[in-house]
């Protein structure tokens, strides 16, 4: 076993002091700095002349000078003309990264501008995220050991002079000073292995003599890579603290913990390792968890970002009437809008969010603007449906992998369509009328937290009962692999609006 020293101490020095500036900073003066900061940074840009930002004095200007916009918008409207060399366009100076990601309707990929500033923004929260572990664990030993880390791709593409483009894990493994990258797992002559497969088993085997003490990734796939480091440990407790006996966190992002955390507490049985969630997109690192489990994401302030939050009514984003960290309320679903040191100026993310406290400011991720099912009307978004997927495996005594869902409409008299839920289980259903409850109980659910739905499906009159499709286990991620999107910052979709693409999904689960 690698014997490390113990830097813990120095983290520990630190935290005291972030600490105090974070209990002591408050919000809208925090947010407001940072709005003005970066006004005033961008003021050579193409941007800033285009919309006077030189003229905003309060939120009201900036609002009345700069629209909301999409990166769809952006693209056309600064980005295109010049990509990939990127210079005083939307932030000073040239772009050395673009962090390349799926998900536009215009094609398989886009590319967000991702600078200096924000690699030091990224650095910053995930200081912060040690700072909160710390803070709770007064006897951590963290920096005694490694922080395993199961990203993306690490290849980048050269696309002009001082220019590349990849995964942003790759980018931001590129840059990784030495100190941090002694402290992390793999190294990089893993890290550049282009199968999945053969990358996992690799990353398997050589942590087994190395002190890992966090792990650090998307839930789905820490699964995959967990269940194949103990099948060649040979564990058969089952239990990570057999193999990585000095875990003592696992940072996890990118989908919402709530289908995985059964599965991940059998695997974390017997540790002492708590878990912690992140908010991290191409676009920033928005949100760390600085307390338990569903008590929400604490916002990065004071870090290169400026965040407003347009409200989310039915299938409709309200971005005329914007609202900033002053006078959001709790429980209201908005459409996350950012403004960043990458020049990102109110920019559309995506992302769906609620607030859990307003003092401080704790958000949870509830989905994506395109990801809602409402094909008759019903409003449902992907916390909704993973509440109730969660809540319905509990109840049959199971857990799931995975799953994806879709609309499904009428083709014959007297049936409505409805909902096709295709389900990974993590281990094979024993009896049919398991599912049979599953279903019941996940129609349930939905009705309890969604008044729309509950409504269309009250006597059976506007939708059929959900219907469910059992992915046999390690199916969504031969799935993914059929699509060349395996492994690291791939996630399986939670919905599915194209009809094409649902069936063949639902024809792969028949055939698997």
Known sequence: MTIMHDATWLLRAHARRRLHRLEAGDAQRLQTGVLFSLTRRAATTRFARDHDLAGVRTLDDYRARVPVRSHDD???????????????????????????????????????????????????AASDLLVWHVTN??????????????????????????VTSGD???????????????????????????????????????SLDQPIHAACGVPSWLL??????????????GRIASVYPGLELLVHGGVSWAPYRERFAALLEGSHAETREVYAA??????????????????????????????????????????WIGDVEEGVNYALVVS?????????????????TLDPPRILFTGRTAHMLSAFGEHVIVAELEQAVSGAARAIGATVSDFAVGSIFSSRAGERGGHLHVIEFSAPLIDERLLESF??????????????????????????????????????????????????????????????????????????
């Open 168 to 206: 942003l894990s790759g980018i931001t493994a590129s840059v990784m000073p030495r100190w941090a990258r002694l402290r992390t797992f793999p190294p990089r002559h893993l890290e550049a292995i282009g199968d999945w497969n053969v990358k996992i088993d690799r990353f398997a085997r050589h």
């Open 340 to 356: 960043t040191a990458a020049g990102l100026w109110r920019y559309l993310v995506g992302d769906t969010v609620t607030f859990t």
């Open 137 to 162: 664990r007064p006897r951590s030993r963290i920096l005694a050991g490694r922080v395993f880390i199961l990203g993306g791709s690490t290849g980048l593409e050269r696309r002009a002079p001082g």
């Open 282 to 323: 191409s676009e920033g690192f928005f949100a760390v968890a600085d307390r338990g489990t569903d008590a929400g994401m604490r916002l990065q302030l004071d870090n290169a970002m400026f965040f407003e939050f347009a409200p989310v009514e039915g299938q409709q984003v309200r971005t005329d009437v914007c609202r």
């Open 74 to 124: 952006f693209w056309d409207d600064y980005w295109s003309r010049d990509f990939p060399r990127l210079v005083n366009c939307t932030w000073p100076g040239l772009v050395p990264w673009f962090a390349e990601t799926s998900g536009t309707t215009r094609g398989a990929t886009r590319f967000i501008p991702f600078t200096r500033e924000m690699n030091r923004s990224n650095r910053r």
């Open 439 to 512: 279903a019941a109980s996940l129609d349930h659910i939905l009705q309890s937290v969604n008044a729309d739905y509950a409504a269309h499906r009250a006597g059976g009159w506007g939708m059929d009962p959900p219907r469910i499709e059992v992915m046999p286990p390690g199916g969504f991620a031969a799935w993914m692999a059929a699509q060349g999107k395996l492994g690291g910052q791939n996630k399986v979709p939670r919905v599915i609006a194209d009809r094409t693409r649902l069936d063949a999904l639902r024809a792969f689960a028949r055939r698997a």
């Open 224 to 237: 995959i890579y967990f269940d194949h480091l103990l099948e060649i440990a040979g564990a058969g407790d």
